[in-house]
C-alpha cells in the first residue's frame, strides 16, 4: 500500500476553465465501484426563474486496490463509466431536481497511460504492479458475509429526486436548503443500488469574495435505509468546498475538495473508510449559454478512493 504523498504533477498539468456565471461546485461524486450504492447527492445547479435545466455528467475513474486484514479482503481492478443525465425545474422558488445513472464497469483502457505517467514522474505504483494491465475484478470477502463478486456490464443506478430553496439571499452570499430522495431503481446485484428508498437533507453556499473570486460549498447528511449485497453505512456525511476564479466572462477555473464519512459498516480497510477527493477544474460558457465543465479527480487521501477520475458535464437552460 502506498503512503500519502504530495500533491501529484498531473494536477499541475491540467486546469480547465468555466464561466463565471456559474459558481457552485463541480459536480463530483466518490466512484469508488463497492460502494456506489451508497446516496451522496451531487452538487446541484439552479435553473433560470420559471425556466428549466438540462444536465450530462460523465465520470470516468480508474482505480487498482488490493486489500486484507484478519476479517476482509478485497480486490478492486476496474474502470468505471458513469453518465448521469438530470433536468432541473424552477417553480415557485423551488429548484426542483431528477437524475439517472447509468454506470458501465469493465477492465477498461487507463491502465497502461497510469503506469506510464507514475513511471515518469517517479510516483508510487502501489498494487498496479501485483495485477496485469486491463484486468477487471471487483471482489469481496468478511467473515460472516457472502463473498461479493461483481461481474462488468452496465446497469441503472438509483433514481435521485431532490429540492431546494433559498434560505439567505444577500448582496455578496446565497445559502440554500436542500432534501433529495433516492428511489430503489438500481441493481443490487450490480452494487449500483440498495433495493431501498434513502434520504439526504444539506446545505449549500455561494459567496463573492472579491470582484474574480468566489468560494460555495455544501455539508450534509444521507441517510440510508437498506444495504444491499453490502452493509452499507446509515448516517453519512458529506461535504464540499471550491474555490473560482474568473479569467474572462467565459472562463473559470475550479479548485475543489469533497469528503465524507465511511460509506459501509464494520470495515477495517481504508478503501472502504472515510475519503477526500481534489479536483482541479472549471467551467467554459459557449456564445449558445450552454456550460461544458471538466476536470481531474484525484484521491489526496491516498488508497481511500478511485486512483483518478475524469468529469466532463454539459449543462443547458431554458428561461421562461
Not at 48 to 66: F, H
Not at 93 to 100: D, E, F, I, K, P
Not at 286 to 292: K, Q, T
Request: glycine share 10%.
Amino acid at each position: 500500500m502506498p503512503t500519502p504523498t504530495p500533491l501529484r504533477p498531473a494536477f499541475l498539468c491540467v486546469l480547465l476553465w468555466a464561466t463565471a456565471a456559474a459558481a457552485e461546485p463541480l459536480a463530483v461524486r466518490d466512484p469508488n465501484p463497492l460502494t456506489r450504492a451508497a446516496y451522496l447527492p451531487l452538487p446541484a445547479t439552479a435553473a433560470p426563474a420559471g425556466g428549466w435545466q438540462l444536465d450530462a455528467q460523465l465520470t470516468w475513474s480508474n482505480t487498482v486496490n488490493l486489500g486484507a486484514n484478519a476479517r476482509e479482503q478485497l480486490l478492486v481492478d476496474a474502470e468505471s463509466t458513469e453518465l448521469t443525465l438530470a433536468v432541473t425545474r424552477e417553480v415557485g422558488g423551488w429548484q426542483l431536481r431528477a437524475s439517472v445513472p447509468v454506470v458501465h464497469r469493465s477492465a477498461g483502457a487507463l491502465d497502461g497511460f497510469i503506469d506510464g505517467w507514475h513511471r515518469a514522474f517517479g510516483l508510487p505504483q502501489g498494487d498496479r504492479p501485483n495485477r496485469p494491465r486491463n484486468a477487471y475484478a471487483l471482489r469481496y470477502q468478511r467473515a460472516g458475509l457472502a463473498p461479493v463478486d461483481v461481474p462488468g456490464g452496465s446497469s441503472l443506478g438509483d433514481v435521485a429526486l431532490e429540492a431546494g430553496h433559498v434560505l439567505v439571499a444577500g448582496p455578496r452570499a446565497t445559502l440554500s436548503g436542500w432534501v433529495g430522495l433516492e428511489a430503489p431503481t438500481g441493481s443490487r446485484t450490480a452494487l449500483t443500488g440498495n433495493g431501498t428508498w434513502d434520504a439526504a437533507s444539506w446545505l449549500a453556499l455561494e459567496a463573492q469574495l472579491a470582484p474574480r473570486w468566489t468560494v460555495s460549498g455544501r455539508a450534509g447528511w444521507s441517510h440510508g435505509s437498506g444495504d444491499g449485497l453490502l452493509p452499507l453505512a446509515r448516517a453519512v456525511g458529506f461535504g464540499t468546498a471550491a474555490l473560482s476564479w474568473r479569467a474572462t466572462q467565459s472562463l473559470e477555473a475550479v479548485v475543489q475538495l469533497d469528503a465524507h464519512t465511511p460509506l459501509m459498516r464494520g470495515s477495517d480497510l481504508p478503501f472502504l473508510s472515510e475519503a477526500v477527493e481534489l479536483t482541479l477544474g472549471g467551467r467554459y460558457r459557449l456564445r449558445s449559454g450552454a456550460v461544458i465543465e471538466a476536470g481531474v479527480v484525484e484521491d489526496i487521501q491516498v488508497n481511500h478512493s478511485p486512483d483518478v477520475a475524469f468529469v466532463l458535464g454539459f449543462k443547458w437552460a431554458q428561461a421562461r
